[in-house]
Nanobody, 124 residues
Framework: QVSLMESGGGVVQAGGSLRVSCLVS????????MGWHRQAPGHEREFVAG????????YYGDFVKGRFTVSRNLAENTVSLQMNNLKPEDTAVYYC?????????????????WGQGTQVTVSS
């Protein structure tokens, strides 16, 4: 049973930082891409960041502009998203995702595994 369990969401003031993490289990993710998507109320789901589980290659959505960093900890089986200089428009539910296709992670289409999401709220 594959499981992606997010944690670390919360409320932060604009300009602040927050780190969300995802504990992964149930499958050998050696050849998988992991990543984060987000969805704000009234908005479409949006790709945030992706990382190759073994190689560590990272890629980001255009809006990130250096504010966010995705990383993984192979020993702890976690993927994290460090978010700095947060803005009110970053308010959304953040979802951890996993798939063998890096393109699927970026496009948000056909992704095999999703977490339940964690709420991030940035107050102005």
């Amino acid at each position: 049973q594959v499981s992606l369990m997010e944690s670390g969401g919360g409320v932060v003031q604009a300009g602040g930082s927050l780190r969300v993490s995802c504990l992964v289990s149930g499958v050998t993710f050696k050849d998988y891409y992991m990543g984060w998507h987000r969805q704000a109320p009234g908005h479409e789901r949006e790709f945030v960041a992706g990382i190759h589980w073994s190689g560590g290659f990272t890629y980001y959505g255009d809006f990130v502009k250096g504010r966010f960093t995705v990383s993984r900890n192979l020993a702890e089986n976690t993927v994290s998203l460090q978010m700095n200089n947060l803005k009110p428009e970053d308010t959304a539910v953040y979802y951890c995702v996993a798939d063998q296709s890096g393109s699927a992670i970026r496009l948000g289409s056909g992704i095999n595994y999703w977490g339940q999401g964690t709420q991030v709220t940035v107050s102005s």
